[in-house]
């Protein structure tokens, strides 16, 4: 019986193909996603998890890979405003924030159109789509040539630390996913900001581009989604990015057995920026949580983190970070 369990479960494992970012590697990748594979792809935010959007079996997929609940939607990343227009209800607004903001960490959430091909598995069988214009040139090029929306994911097991290399993809991914795209470290950090209209412009997820950013943009007041709502778009979980290690968060004391992720001049194990800079800080916070982890503490203690800038978002990933459930 347990000979045929394992045999059972290696039959489901795939070789996983590490691919670099030349043409001829851009071209594999987008072949697989041609076949209904998934391909792990740079991003300039993190590492995305990338099937055909438009692929229902290939969406799938990607939930059965990261193990993420089925009512959690997808980013779909888009080449263009164009492709974007295809798959949503475009409004001044998100043209507005689109030619500002793209290619970049914007993501904005509109309403369907009427004959979108989007998969509904991508969309949780929500009535809206959350589309993206990447800022990689990769992952663009990748975008161009397969000329479909993906849908992308970050590339890690759903709730845990997002991956922002190929060893994070690796750790997480390897034998679940037909090949990564290496294209070196990912140069944002954290995820996108997410824009949705409610109709007012609402906050529902911070990221690299903060709310003020937004709102001058926009030249108006935005609003901030209740985190007690319904889960609308992706980032929204209580409990996301998180490491096996719990986390202790704005702490100005160090307690022994801890490792210790430091901001600023203090002493630690690994200081996040010491110059105080908060994109530099966001650029190492997922790769700092993978590190201290990997020890396998019982606990990890965070310095604060100014609440301001990128720090807003810096400071809802490590929240949601120390919630365990």
């Excluded at 290619?103 to 009535?127: R, Y």
């Excluded at 590190?291 to 100014?306: A, E, G, H, K, M």
């Amino acid at each position: 019986m347990d000979q045929g369990r394992r045999h059972v479960r290696r039959k489901h494992l795939v070789k996983t193909e590490n691919l670099g970012s030349s043409q001829s590697d851009i071209e594999k990748a987008v072949s697989i996603l041609r076949r209904g594979g998934l391909v792990a792809i740079p991003t300039e935010t993190v590492y995305g998890l990338a099937a055909d959007a438009t692929n229902e079996e290939a969406v799938s997929k990607i939930f059965k890979a990261k193990g993420r609940p089925a009512h959690n939607p997808l980013i779909i990343h888009v080449k263009n405003i164009k492709m974007a227009q295809q798959y949503v209800q475009w409004n001044e607004a998100a043209e507005i924030l689109t030619m500002k903001f793209w290619p970049g960490p914007l993501t904005i959430v509109l309403p369907s159109t009427k004959n979108s091909q989007v998969a509904k598995t991508a969309c949780a069988n929500l009535p809206s789509v959350a589309v993206r214009m990447p800022g990689h040139p990769v992952a663009l090029e990748i975008l161009r040539q397969f000329n479909r929306p993906v849908a992308a994911p970050s590339a890690n097991l759903s709730g845990k630390i997002s991956s922002t290399s190929i060893d994070h993809v690796l750790k997480n991914l390897n034998q679940k996913i037909d090949a990564i795209v290496d294209a070196g470290n990912s140069t944002v950090g954290v995820e996108s900001t997410i824009v949705a209209f409610t109709p007012l412009p609402t906050i529902l997820r911070t990221g690299f581009i903060t709310p003020e950013a937004v709102s001058n943009a926009l030249g108006a007041k935005i609003a901030n989604y209740d985190n007690e709502g319904p889960v609308i778009a992706p980032g929204q979980l209580r409990s996301h990015y998180a490491p096996n290690a719990k986390l202790r968060l704005d702490a100005i004391d160090w307690r022994q057995g801890e490792k210790k992720l430091g901001f600023g001049d203090v002493e630690c194990d690994i200081n996040l920026s010491k110059g105080k800079s908060l994109s530099e800080a966001a650029q190492n916070l997922f790769n700092f949580l993978h590190v201290l982890d990997s020890f396998n503490p019982r606990t990890i203690s965070v310095s604060p983190i100014p609440n301001e800038g990128i720090g807003l978002a810096i400071n809802d990933r490590l929240k949601r970070a120390s919630i365990q459930e």
